[in-house]
Nanobody, 111 residues
């Protein structure tokens, strides 16, 4: 079974940046699409960004131009570079790969 471990969350001021990492380990037999989701209190979990096995990407409208998803297949790791952060970005961010979820990492944007 594949396990996902997120890291890089924390407290950042508006306009600041954070880089989230998600490392996959376990029985990995192929390159699969990976994604970042987020969930704020009282709201449904939403897709933030996805990157396919071929490297194509897609983003939620709310983060386009500010966030960048990337992957390092040799390290089985996906990243989310978050720039120009806003208070509205505050949420628990979850990594996803082929039906497997990470435990989540808290991102708080506040002065």
């Amino acid at each position: 079974q594949v396990q996902l471990v997120e890291s890089g969350g924390g407290l950042v001021q508006p306009g600041g940046s954070l880089r989230l990492s998600c490392a996959a380990s376990g029985r990995i037999f192929s390159i699969a699409a990976m994604a970042w989701y987020r969930q704020a209190p009282g709201k449904e979990r939403e897709l933030v960004a996805i990157i396919t096995s071929g490297g194509s990407t897609n983003y939620a409208d709310s983060v386009k131009g500010r966030f960048t998803i990337s992957r390092d297949n040799a390290k089985n790791t996906v990243y989310l570079q978050m720039n120009s952060l806003k208070p509205e970005d505050t949420a628990v961010y979850y990594c996803w790969r082929s039906s497997i979820w990470g435990q989540g990492t808290q991102v708080t944007v506040s002065s």
